[in-house]
């Protein structure tokens, strides 16, 4: 009886052994790969065109409100000449130029907020989309993000991977495949952000 239960046992532990060993060898086999997230949609084609739009927008709006400003300028030299009756009068044409000038500019944020999540929501699917198309293509189990394209979240998500697992450059040449000439230099990418180009030469009161 005694020795039966301990081939019993023997059978069970050999059993475990053989599976966990199989398991082991699968998880060898897998094909794993890796992706730096952050450089893709930095290098993507589409991304650098959309903020050279996006640039172009905020270049145009500032010369609007500039225009305004001058306008709020130009009242506020002409009240300096008035009497206190018309300058009252004036006053509430300043306010009024002011609030418009304000509305403007809040406008102008909200609709580049819109614009951009619309916009970076469709080139992160593509990308997801190209990333799902290689993996499958090459056989990977597992492609992992690197970084999380995000101002918020900045911390890697790998610690570390050899980079013959690096699946990055991959790609992004097959994403901005056809579209190379439309690739903008790091030179010209380094150009200030839409808030700051709204900021400039705003009057007091109206920022």
Do not use: C, W
Not at 11 to 29: D, G, P
Not at 101 to 115: N, P, W
Not at 173 to 182: C, P, Q, R, T
Request: proline share 2%.
């Amino acid at each position: 009886m005694q020795k039966t239960m301990r081939i019993t046992i023997l059978v069970a532990l050999v059993t475990v052994t053989l599976t966990a060993s199989e398991l082991f060898a699968q998880e060898l086999k897998q094909k794993i790969g890796f992706v730096d997230f952050d450089s893709v949609v930095k290098r993507y084609y589409k991304t650098q065109l959309y903020q050279q739009k996006i640039q172009n927008e905020a270049t145009e709006e500032e010369q609007n409100l500039k225009d305004k400003v001058e306008e709020i300028n130009k009242i506020k030299m002409e009240m300096e000449l008035l009497s206190d009756d018309a300058r009252s009068e004036k006053e509430k044409q300043l306010q009024t130029k002011i609030a418009e000038a304000q509305g403007q500019r809040e406008r102008s944020k909200r609709d580049f907020q819109r614009k951009t999540i619309n916009t970076m929501n469709e080139i992160f699917e593509e990308i997801y989309d190209e990333i799902e198309k290689q993996g499958k293509a090459s056989g990977y189990t597992y492609i992992f993000r690197k970084r999380v394209a995000s101002p918020a979240v900045d911390q890697p998500i790998i610690l570390y991977a050899d980079e013959q697992y690096d699946l990055t450059e991959n790609i992004i040449s097959a994403l901005n495949k056809g579209h190379e000439s439309d690739l903008i230099s790091e030179d010209d990418m380094m150009k200030p952000s839409f808030e700051d180009e709204l900021k400039k030469e705003m009057p007091k009161g109206v920022q």
